[in-house]
Every structure is written in structure tokens, then in C-alpha cells.
């Protein structure tokens, strides 16, 4: 008979549990000590391992050979818990068996002694579906109750315990599993039942299961039924989300008005027989990770890999911070008028992209707010009758080899060596900080750096003592915003162009660089 993956490869013992050391390690601890307590209080998300952590303790403190604070698994107590024939454990579900009448009934059995382990166990799942009158019951007998018997609440719900409860219990919180734990775990699972997973794969249905394991392994056991190799397109075709790049391509097409573009994404899904609410329920993460990116850039909040991120800074770059909370509102309103009216899905979501492409199309707050901001950027920029242009034919990355140092000694004619008026930037700490509002990334790379103005050229040389961050700030997206944030700053520089990064190990003449460097 087939046996789920999740059941199958359920932990039986506590070094098993995948994300949870915090607490697994203080249930071992309490159990190799013979120092369990009598009433335990198990809260997290689904999945999380909050019912295999209760079965494990109520094995380890029944079993005649625990080995160091694990159940043995191989003792006949440790068999009959496992084959569900122990009748001192006792499972019940809280959702279904609400009522005082139960829970009475539960409170004058404690009273009897084990038929045949330690302890009698009591495992209350969705513990905060029991009526208040049932919770007041179970108060005096959780508080001093008879030590052959052990209460273990789980819930996902802890908010809706009573304190009177909660109070009288030991609170174990259980965490959202991390996508490398999660993604370990499915590799392992996927080689002993011979399934081809790529690291891919296992990545997005970790993310999909956002933090729960059982999730997880019931994703990667419905991907495994095509018979092929489980991989990010295989994954994405079979659940019906939507890839990262194309995440991307439907804001670039956002930012840059590409309505036809638009229309065709919504057209395909409709084709496809997608749900357009699984579109843009990703869609609206995909904003919560530019809204991330924009304002502090760290990916320690982002489950991205690495080429995921680089894609999500590119975009990220075209919109600002009212705009990027503008379309989320309306994502988030279409979202919820889908949900009550699936009827016209297709009309509100092509309505919903047509307004965000064009905050006029819209009168809210949140509209007007990201007009106004998008105004005063080009405002800002343009308060000197300058109109910012990328060339593209500036170089892209800095190196030894393909940037030119302007104060490298370069022979005349008549073989002397000119000396270049060159100056430091008054006001680069100013440029620094505004570059901030932009990108925190390029802000931290700039405070290592120096810049100084070669008039002759007139040229901003920023310098730099590390290569990695050189080739960084040389690239055209952190070159605009350096442009940006001097013309903020009121900088005389009308062209980007004007800008170049350079090493400070370059070649360099001494006596122009005395003074700076």
C-alpha cells in the first residue's frame, strides 16, 4: 500500500527534525535528564514539525532504552506507539471534538493508570478550536495533574490559547523551516526514492512551501508524478506559478507602458488554463521583494538566488518607493475583488496592469502620491536644464587593463610631463548620501572611495582601492545613479560620460596624487 512521502520520512527520533534545534535540543536534554514536564505547548505554522515533535517525546519518555535522549524506536513501547496500537497515547483532534462534554470526559480518565506504557500521553492538535468552557475544564487537571500523564498541545493558532492555559504550560515556538533546510531535506528524500531533482527545483518548492516541510514533500511527490526530472520549469508548469524571469519581464513591461506586452501575458494564462490569481498573488511577492531591494537591499529577507537577485536589481531601478507601494495596492485590491467576483478575473486583472502602467488612469491617495514623487525626480534632475542620458558607450566594469588613470604621466610632444590641476570633490559625501536613496549596496562601495575633478578634462575620477568594487560602480545602472545623485547635489556635470571609476593602484603620477591618496 502506498505511503506518503511526508509520513514515510516523518523524523522518529529528535536529530531528525529539520529547523527546530532551538527546541529539539531542550527536548532531549529534558528527556535524557528525566526532567520532562506535564504539560507542553507546541505553536508554529503548518508543517513546521510541531505533531512529529510531540509523537517523538511521547515516545522517548515511554521508552525501555532511550539513547541519549532519543527514543530507540526498537522496544516494543517505541513499536506500539509507531503502529498507532498504544492506547496511552492519545491523538485528538481539537476541531472536531470542541465541546466540554469531551474534554470532561478526558479529565476524569486521568485518573487510571497506564494499561501497558509510563505515561499516558494526551496529543491535542488545533488546541485553540476548544470552546472556552472546554478550556476551563481541562484548568485544573493541566495544573496538577497526575504524574503518569503528560498533556501535549500543538497549535497554529497560539494567539487563541488562554492565558490561564498557556500559563500553566511549557511554549515551544516553532520556526518556518529555511529554504536550505528544506531543499536539503528534498534532495535527501528524492535520492532514496530514486527521483531526478535538480537544485532548481528543490529551491522553488522550497520557496512555494514557504517554511513548512510537509508542504514541501507533498509538492516534490506531485512534481515527481510526471516522471521527469524535477527542474524550475517542470516545477513552475505543474503548480501553475509563473517563473522569476518572467516576474521580470512583466515589470519591465510595467515601467516602460509595453501594454501589448501586457495584454499578451494575461492572454497566454487565460489560454494556458492558469489561474490568474496564482499570477498575481506572484506578482505581489515578486513587489514585496523590489520593495525590499529599494529601501534596504538586503537579501538576508529575500529567498533569492543569486541570478535572481541580480534580475530583481535591474528592475528594481525603474521604479521608486510610492510607485512600488501604489501598484502593490492595487495588486492587493484586484486580489481580493477576484476573490469575490471570479467571474471577470481576466477584465480586472488587465485593467489593474493598464493602471499601473499610468497613474492617471487612476484617482486614489496612493495614484496621486506616486505621481507626485515620480514629478519631483525629474524635477530634481532637471532643475538645471539637464535631461540625464546613459551613453552607452561608456565602459560598463573597470580594470587595470581598460581604464585609463588621468593621472598616469603622459609625454608632450616635446617629451615634458604636464601637471593637471585636479581637485577633490567638495560635496562627496553629500553625492554619497543621496546615492543612498537610490541603493544602499552603492553607498556602502562609495564611502571607500575618493572623488576628484580633472578640470582639463572635465572629468569626475572616482577612485577606488578594490577591484571587485571598481568593476561594481563602473557598470551603467550604478553610473546613473552616481550621475542622478551629483545632479541632486548640484554638481557641474551634464553628461555621464563625465564620470569614470578607476583603481587607486593604477599607474599614477605621484605629484597629482600626493595630496588625495
Known sequence: MHQALYRKYRPAVFDDV????????????????????????????????????????????NCLNPIDGNPCNECENCRAIDNGTATDVIEMDAATNTGV???RELRDSVVYTPAMLKKRVYI???????????????????????????????????????????????????RRISMADLSGRLMYIAEQEGIGLSDDGAMLIAKTAQGGMRDAISLMELCAGSHKVIDAPLVNEILGTSSYDK????????????????????????????????????LTAFYRDM????????????????????????????????????????????????????????????????????????????AILARLSSLEDKVTLLSRGVTP?????????????DVKSPFTEQQTDEGSTPRVENRPLDIWDEVIAKVGEF???????????????????????????????????GSEKNKKYIFDSMICCDVDITSISQIEIILKTSKVAKSDLDDFI
Open 389 to 401: 542620458q546613459v551613453d552607452n558607450s561608456a565602459p560598463t566594469s573597470a580594470t587595470n587593463a
Open 101 to 103: 462534554d469531551y474534554i
Open 439 to 473: 541603493d544602499h549596496a552603492v553607498e556602502s562601495f562609495l564611502k571607500n572611495c575618493e572623488c576628484i575633478y580633472s578640470p582639463s578634462e572635465n572629468k569626475y575620477y572616482i577612485i577606488s582601492a578594490n577591484k571587485l568594487m571598481a568593476t561594481m560602480l
Open 291 to 366: 520593495m525590499v531591494q529599494r529601501s534596504c537591499g538586503a537579501r538576508a529577507y529575500l529567498d533569492l538566488a543569486p541570478q535572481e537577485y541580480a534580475m530583481l536589481e535591474g528592475v528594481t531601478a525603474s521604479f521608486n518607493m510610492a510607485t512600488l507601494l501604489y501598484h502593490s495596492r492595487l495588486l492587493d485590491d484586484a486580489y481580493n475583488n477576484m476573490l469575490k467576483n471570479p467571474a471577470n478575473k481576466r477584465l480586472l486583472a488587465e485593467m489593474t496592469l493598464m493602471k499601473m502602467c499610468d497613474a492617471r488612469l487612476a484617482n486614489s491617495n496612493d
Open 124 to 174: 491535542i492538535d488545533e488546541a485553540h478550536m476548544l470552546s472556552d468552557s472546554a478550556f476551563n475544564a481541562l484548568l485544573k487537571t493541566i495544573e496538577e495533574p497526575p504524574e503518569h500523564v503528560l498533556y501535549i498541545f500543538a497549535t497554529t493558532e497560539p494567539h487563541k490559547i488562554p492565558a490561564t492555559i498557556i500559563s500553566r504550560c511549557q511554549r515551544f515556538e516553532f
Open 18 to 61: 529539520s529547523g527546530q534545534e532551538h527546541i529539539t535540543s531542550i527536548l532531549r536534554y529534558e528527556a535524557l535528564n528525566n526532567a520532562v514536564s506535564h504539560a507542553y505547548l507546541f505553536a508554529g505554522s503548518r508543517g513546521t514539525g510541531k505533531t512529529t515533535c510531540a509523537k517523538i517525546l511521547a515516545k522517548v519518555v
Open 247 to 282: 516576474m521580470c519581464e512583466v515589470a519591465r513591461n510595467i515601467a516602460e507602458r509595453n501594454y501589448s506586452k501586457l495584454f499578451e501575458t494575461i492572454n497566454e494564462i487565460v489560454i494556458s488554463s492558469k489561474d490568474i490569481l496564482v499570477f498575481f498573488a506572484d
